[in-house]
C-alpha cells in the first residue's frame, strides 16, 4: 500500500531524538559498519520482555563480540508513524519489529528478504507465512498469535454447567450465555471496540464457524467474496450480539487494551475473544482467575458444514532495514532473538506462546491452544491490508452505533479489499 504522506518537523524531531537512540541528525542511524545495530521494538522496555531481550544480546555477542546492540522501544500506538516517517527518510534502525499480515506486507519495499539468511530456522520456527509476500520472507517469527474464545469455568459452575463440555453450536452457546447471566448477571462477552479492534478479533475467532473450510481457504488465498451469505453472516452476528444485549456495556468506547480484559479478568463476563501472546492472554487470566478456571474454545458451529478452527498466524516478528549497512549482520541478529534460548525466556516470563515449535508448554490453557495448532488456519483479517483493517475498525463502530447497515458496511469493504 502506498500512501502520500506529508512528514512535519515535529515527526521529522521524533525520529531522530526518539527513533534513532545515540544517534544525531549528523550521522546515520544505522551503524551496522560502525560495530553497532539499532533495533525498534515496542516489548524490549516490558519488564516480561527483559530476559528475552538480554538472552538474545548474549547469543548474538557471543558470534558478534565487537558489536553493540541498542534497543530503541517505541510506544505502539505511535510505532508504525514512526516507522512510516523512518521509511520516507531512507534511514533509520537496523532491524524492527513488525505485526504479522499487512502491516509488513504493506512495507516489504523497505525490508531486505532473508530467506537466504534463515534457512537454517525455517523447520524450527512456525507462522513464516505472515511475514511472506511474494513467495519470500522479510521477517522471522519471533511469536505466534491465535485468537482463541476464552471462559470463565467458575461462572459455567456456578450456573450449573458443564466448563468441560460447552457448547459447539451457536444456538448452544448463546443459550449458555442467557444460563450464565441469569444467574450471576455476567454478559456473554467482553468487548472492547474503541481502537476498532474488536471487529477483527470477532472475524477471525468466528469466522470458521460461519464459512466453509472452501470458503475459509479462498478468503486466504485472496479470493474474498464479501457478497456471500456467509461473510455477511458474521457481521451481521457482529450487530445481533450487541442489540441483544450479549455485550459488555459501552463497547465502543472501551479499549480493548486493556479495560475489556478487565472485565473478563473481573469476572462480569463469560466469554472473551483474547489473544495468545502476549497481553489479554492465557497467563494474564490465570493470574486473576486461577488456571484451573481459564477455559478455551474454538467457535461454535454458527453454519452447517463449517469446520471451526484456531485462527493464528505468525504474531510478531524482526525484520532487516534494507538501508542497513551490513543486511547479513542484522540478520544474524534476527536470528539470535529467534533462537530457543530467548524464545524460551519469553515464553516463560512473558506467556507467549513463541513460534519456536521445540518449546514445551505445560500449563492446561496454553496446553489446548498449542493443541490446536495442528488444525488450525491463519486469521481471516490478517489476511487484509492495513488500509482495509483500519476501514473495518471504523465501520464495525458504525454497525454497533447504527449509522451504517451492515450491507454498506460490506459493500467499502470489498471495494477497498479489491483496491
Request: proline fraction near 5%; charge should be neutral.
Amino acid at each position: 500500500m502506498k500512501q502520500r504522506v506529508l512528514w512535519p518537523a515535529a515527526v521529522a524531531a521524533m525520529l531522530a531524538l526518539a527513533g534513532c537512540g545515540s544517534a544525531t541528525g549528523d550521522e546515520p542511524s544505522s551503524n551496522a559498519a560502525s560495530g553497532k545495530l539499532v533495533v525498534w521494538d515496542w516489548k524490549s522496555s516490558d519488564k516480561t520482555a527483559t530476559a528475552y531481550v538480554e538472552k538474545a544480546k548474549a547469543d548474538f555477542a557471543k558470534k558478534h563480540p565487537g558489536v553493540t546492540v541498542e534497543f530503541v522501544a517505541q510506544p505502539f500506538d505511535q510505532y508504525y508513524t514512526l516507522l512510516g516517517a523512518a521509511i520516507q527518510a531512507g534511514k533509520g534502525p537496523d532491524v524492527m519489529m513488525f505485526n504479522g499480515g499487512g502491516q509488513i506486507r504493506d512495507r516489504v519495499d523497505a525490508l531486505v528478504p532473508l530467506d537466504q539468511y534463515v534457512t537454517p530456522d525455517r523447520d524450527r520456527l512456525t507462522g513464516w507465512a505472515a511475514f511472506t509476500r511474494d513467495s519470500k520472507v522479510f521477517a522471522a517469527p519471533v511469536t505466534l498469535q491465535g485468537h482463541p474464545i476464552y471462559f470463565n469455568k467458575n461462572l459455567y459452575k456456578k450456573a450449573g454447567l458443564d466448563p468441560q463440555r460447552p457448547a459447539t453450536t451457536w444456538s448452544g452457546f448463546t443459550a449458555d450465555c442467557a444460563a450464565i447471566t441469569k444467574a450471576t448477571k455476567a454478559t456473554c462477552f467482553a468487548l472492547g471496540n474503541k481502537e476498532g479492534a474488536g471487529i477483527q478479533f470477532f472475524l477471525s475467532a468466528f469466522g470458521s464457524g460461519a464459512l466453509s473450510p472452501q470458503e475459509y481457504d479462498d478468503w486466504i488465498a485472496g479470493r474474498r467474496d464479501w457478497n456471500s451469505p456467509h461473510v455477511r453472516q458474521i457481521f451481521q452476528l457482529w450487530k445481533d450480539v450487541e442489540d441483544r444485549g450479549l455485550n459488555s456495556k459501552g463497547g465502543n468506547s472501551t479499549t480493548m487494551f486493556t479495560d475489556a480484559f478487565g472485565i473478563f479478568q473481573a469476572g462480569k463476563a463469560t466469554n472473551i475473544i483474547g489473544l495468545m501472546s502476549d497481553i489479554g492472554h492465557w497467563k494474564d487470566f490465570n493470574e486473576f482467575l486461577g488456571p484451573e478456571n481459564v477455559g478455551v474454545m474454538k467457535s461454535p458451529v454458527i453454519t452447517d458444514g463449517a469446520t471451526p478452527s484456531l485462527p493464528f498466524d505468525g504474531g510478531i516478528g524482526y525484520g532487516v532495514a534494507k538501508w542497513t549497512k551490513d543486511p547479513a549482520l542484522a540478520a544474524d541478529l534476527v536470528r539470535s532473538l529467534t533462537s530457543t534460548e530467548a524464545l524460551t525466556a519469553f515464553y516463560t516470563n512473558a506467556g507467549a506462546v513463541v513460534s519456536d515449535t521445540t518449546v514445551k508448554a505445560a500449563e492446561p490453557a496454553v496446553t489446548s491452544l498449542v493443541a490446536d495448532l495442528k488444525t488450525g488456519k491463519p486469521a481471516l483479517h490478517v489476511a487484509l491490508s492495513s488500509k482495509t483493517i483500519e476501514l473495518m475498525g471504523r465501520l464495525s463502530q458504525q454497525i454497533l452505533d447504527g449509522s451504517v447497515t451492515v450491507d454498506a458496511a460490506l459493500k467499502q469493504l470489498g471495494e477497498s479489499d479489491r483496491g
